[in-house]
Structure formats: structure tokens, C-alpha cells
């Protein structure tokens, strides 16, 4: 038998085992194993007839220690050979241990501690030796001489003489707090089995939900990317961003930094970067992987924004099966649909707070409704009031209020009275003579209208202003996802050779397919009607676009329209024809068609798309209001004869 003794006070020695933390103490048995590369450990708590606990043990079948090397692990403070280790060294797992005051941890656990170790001597043969301790001199640590056996390799952890605080360790929740622990270490490691008073600590037998991400992280030194595993527990285990290797072995723990009302997680971080910053991870948000532990969290908050979505989706369900919820049909208007989803959000988020039976349940909704679609500010009194809500429940219900859609409703108004007061300020410079006989086409309506193309249809996107075929062309290709045949595009010219200007090009994409549809418009002056000249203008594009085998392509259907307030006797029969849709004077192969259009037709068409708004806002745009807007919008770019008080 032979003593080794730690330098230092008692009190600080006492202060390293937190004494009143035994699960923490049993978590850092359980780690010390996985870093010999046991594969089975059983910790067991023996419980006397009162309920009292006796004893704690803690079993594992890794390489234990020798015993020439017992006297270095138990009389230092520091040093831990496990930060220049870094891995195992046979199953390479990435070690957890680093301070080298782990075997302190175990005084939480009994006031009288052993360590049975059975491992593989120099010569070959397996040795066992037995290290004691006690609290009352806790520098001091007795190992015995090596007794050679024929035992397999491993360590068992007794402590004797319960310490104050170990009753703890049978509270229905430490194996559930474990689990969480060593959940990703076990989900990497299939082979690794871990007991807990005879039960297997499976995660996925506790907790609620697992998902994972890949992160994004731009390293360049060759490791895997970083993955971010989310567990969701059944109860509160304590909220952590854990640091872990790949294995999923934890380094260290950061605060998850998000809101998440009503879940209880631990999310896991996998990347092997962190093991060389091991160091360093305390400080890891002013490190140069703050950057990663920010997209980390933005990863996190994206998970339980689909998993509010998810939990939202079956309480309606639920509520429409039970007959309680207050709507019947889908909402027909962008209001209505606003008008549901602040119900439906402030409704789930209150919703353990509804009365238990189903009519009270259909009332309170109904009630909640009401106030939603005609008193909307008055929504917080009145729950506060009818629920008498906890503040954690207050505070999530006002930032909910804050951040619903009754802003985008606003700005959705404003944005339909802007459209509104512009189609007004639209017929003023198409029709009225004064004005309409002075504006410019290039200058003053183009410029204007590169910016309001909603006016030809909400789906449609700019893609090219005043430029030449060529850069419609260039637009197309990179729309399809194409690239011209040797890296340059041919140009593309006209019939007679010229090069030709396009005033506007939009594009939209179909829904649910790879198809696309191009609108190129060709404006006119309002003073200007359409006749053969310009029809030929127009023509002469579309004829450039269906000769030239670089636009080609099955899946892009293309619209040609000369657009002006008026047009000649014979364009208007073209445009009227029988067989074709009106506007439309002419169709030809490969999903091309070319229009002739007012801009009577156009206007109409807004109106028709915002009446419903026009009414509900009681909006009727005056001529002020339109010169206002221009003046606001439009005002480098307004014709003199509008801009002149």
C-alpha cells in the first residue's frame, strides 16, 4: 500500500467534488469510462427498506488503469493527459476529461470512495488495483499493490457512506437528465450500452422529438460539416447549446440563445473543429466561431418555427373535429386570410388555457374571433383579463401581438391606396388632352412604368428596361439556367438588320412547373395610335425572337404588346377577330402571340383586380391624392404640364 497526496487545502479540494451535485458526479463516472473506451457501463444505486440510499456504484468494461500509472491520475490537480491526448487511443472517441479533478467529483456521491481497477500491466497480465479515499482527507488517496488475476479490464466506482445530497440520484428524472447528456454519444455509438438502476438509457425512449440539420460553416480544413441535433424532451431538463466532436462527446455548453415557449430541448452541435478549440470554447462567443454558433441558433429558431407551424396545424385540426373552431369556409380575401392567422396564432398559443369542455371551448373561440375582426387592440385586455395569464405567458402573448400580420395589414392597405391613387394619376396622363399630348414616351412614361409594371399583371417581374434584343436574350438564358453555345451569345437583329430597342421585358414563372412566360411591351405616346407601323414594330421583335434558334426552348411561352390609348380601324378588326382572345392580332408557332393593346383595357383590368379593396378601404382616389403620389413616387420623372401647380 503506498499514499499519494494532492497539494492543496482541503477546503479547495471539497470545493472542485460540488458536493451538491450528485447527478453531475455520476455524469463524470460515466465520462471517465467512455474516455477508457468502455462499451457497457451500469451505474446502480442500492436503496436500503426506507428508501435511503446505501451505496452508489458506478461499473464499466474500459482499459481501467495500471497500476504504475495510478499514482500520476490520483496525486496531481490539473494537467489532465487528456488535453494533449485529445482522442482515444484505440477507438480514437474524442475525450471529454481535461481538468484532471474528476476523481473529486466522486465525494458527492459517498463520504468513503474505491477505485477497483483491473487492467493490462506491462508483462501482459491483467493486475487489479484498489484506490480509497474519504471527504474527511480529501488530498490523500491509498493504493494498494497490484493482485494479479485473471479478471477482464475495467473499473468499478464505490462510494460508501452517503453524502448529503445523493438522494437525488433516485428522483424520477436523473435518468431522463442523463439521457439527455449522453444522448448524441450514444446515438453516434450503436455499440455503446449504458444502465441506469438496471434500465438502459435509451434517448429515444425519452424524449419527445429529434431532428438534425447540416449547418453551413465555411472551413477549409477538411472536417465534416457541422450538424445540429435537436432533442426535445417531455420535461424541463435545462435549456443548453452543447459543443460536441463529432462522436457527440460534449466539450462544453453555451446558452441556446433563442425564445421557445412551451418546449423543453437540448441542442447538440457536432463538429470536430471544437476539439482543437477545446480551450478556448468558455470564450467561444467572442471566438472566430462565434459566427458558427450564430447560424447554429438561427438553424434552431427555423426548427421550432416549423415546429410551432406543425403543433398550430393539429390543435386547428383537432378544433374543427370538435366543431369549436369559429370558421367554416377558407377565406376568400388577403384580409380574411390575415384576420385567420392572427387567430389562429394567438388562439394555439393560449390554447391550454381554454376551458375544458367543448361548449365553453367553442364560446371562448368564438368570443376571441370577435375581437380579432373588430377590435383587434383590445385582443391583449381581454385575454389578460379572461385568462389571468403567468408572465411567461404574457410576455410571449405580446411579442406574438407584436410581431402578427396586423403590421403587413397596414402596410397591405397602404400599398392597395398607393395603387389606387397611381391608376387614377395613370388615366390623367393617358386621356387627359392637356397633358396626355405633351408626355414623352422614353423620358417620362417609360421611366415611370419600370417601376409600376404590377400594373400589367401582380406575377410579372422586371427583367429588362431600354435595352436591346441581345440583352433579352441574355435575360432569357439566365432565367432558363443556360449558357450561351461556347460561353458567348450570337446578336440578335431585326429583318432589316437593326439592332432594336425593348422598352420592357417582365417575366413569371408557372407554378408547380419549370414553365415561364416573357411579356415584352412596346409603350407608346398617349397621342400615338396603333397602326400597321407600329404593329410591324412589334412584330418585328417577336420575328427576331422566333427566328433565332438561341431563344428556343419548349418550356417559355412569349407575348408581344404595343400598348397605347387608341388604335386604327384596321388593327382594331385584328383585335377583335373571332377566333382569337381580344387584344390578340396574331399567334404563331413555339408560344408566341402579339397584342395590340389600350390603355382603356389595362386600366380596367386594375380596377377590376383592386375593387374589392377600393371598397372595403373607402377609398376614392382624388386628383390630389394621384398628383401627390406621382409627385412622391415619380417626382424626377413627372411630365411639366402634371408637375405645375
Known sequence: MRKVHIEAKPDHLLRLARLKDPVGAVTEMIWNALDAEACHISVDIDINELGGVESVSVTDNGHGMPNASCGGFFGGLGGSWKIKAKVSSELKRGLHGRSGQ????AFALGEQVRWVTVAQALDGRAERTVISGAIDRPADFDISE???????????????????????????????????????????NPDVR????????????????????????????????PLLRVIEWPKDVGRVLAL?????????????????????????????????RRGDLPLAEMDEIAGLLEVARETLRGHFKERDRERRARLIQEWKREE?????????????????????????TIARRLPGSQQSRKTTLRLLREIISHDPNGLYPMLDELFRLPQSEQEELKRLLQRTSLSEVIKATGQVADRLDFVAALKKLVFEPEVSRTVKERSELHKILERETWIFGDAYGLMVSDQSLDAVLDRHLKALGREPEGGLSDPVRRED?????????????????????HLVVEL??????????????????????????????????????????????????????????????????????????????????CEDRLHFYRDRLNHDPATEHAMEYLKRVHGTVMPETVARP
Open 524 to 605: 407608346k405616346a398617349p397621342k400615338v395610335k396603333i397602326g400597321q407601323t407600329e404593329v410591324g414594330q412589334i412584330k418585328s421583335y417577336a420575328q427576331a425572337v422566333v427566328s433565332d434558334p438561341q431563344f428556343r426552348d419548349a418550356r417559355v411561352a412569349w407575348d408581344f404588346w404595343v400598348l397605347s390609348t387608341e388604335m386604327d380601324d384596321v388593327v382594331r378588326r385584328d383585335a377583335t377577330a373571332p377566333n382569337r382572345p381580344p387584344g390578340c392580332i396574331a399567334e404563331w408557332e413555339g408560344g408566341v402571340r402579339i397584342w395590340a393593346r389600350t390603355w382603356s383595357e389595362i386600366i380596367d383590368d
Open 194 to 225: 449504458i444502465t441506469y438502476q438496471g434500465k438502459l438509457l435509451d434517448p429515444a425512449t425519452v424524449w419527445a422529438d429529434m431532428a438534425q440539420y447540416p449547418v453551413p460553416w465555411p472551413d477549409f480544413s477538411g472536417l465534416a460539416d
Open 324 to 348: 369549436v373552431y369559429p370558421y367554416s369556409e377558407e377565406p376568400a380575401e388577403p384580409a380574411q386570410a390575415v384576420e385567420r392567422q392572427m387567430f389562429d396564432e394567438v388562439a394555439t
Open 102 to 105: 474528476g476523481r473529486l467529483r
Open 244 to 276: 460536441c466532436d463529432d462522436n457527440g462527446v460534449v466539450l462544453d455548453e453555451v446558452p441556446p440563445g433563442i425564445q421557445a415557449p412551451g418546449y423543453h430541448f437540448t441542442a447538440y452541435l457536432l463538429w470536430d473543429g471544437f476539439v482543437e
Open 146 to 188: 497490484p493482485d494479479y488475476v485473471n479478471d477482464s479490464p475495467g473499473t468499478r466506482v464505490e462510494a460508501l457512506v452517503p453524502a448529503d445530497f445523493v438522494t437525488r440520484l433516485v428522483q424520477d428524472d436523473t435518468a431522463q437528465q442523463l439521457a439527455s447528456t449522453f444522448a448524441p454519444f450514444l446515438a453516434a
Open 497 to 517: 438588320g437593326r439592332q432594336g430597342i425593348v422598352d420592357l421585358m417582365l417575366g413569371r414563372a408557372h407554378r408547380g412547373s419549370a414553365g415561364r412566360e
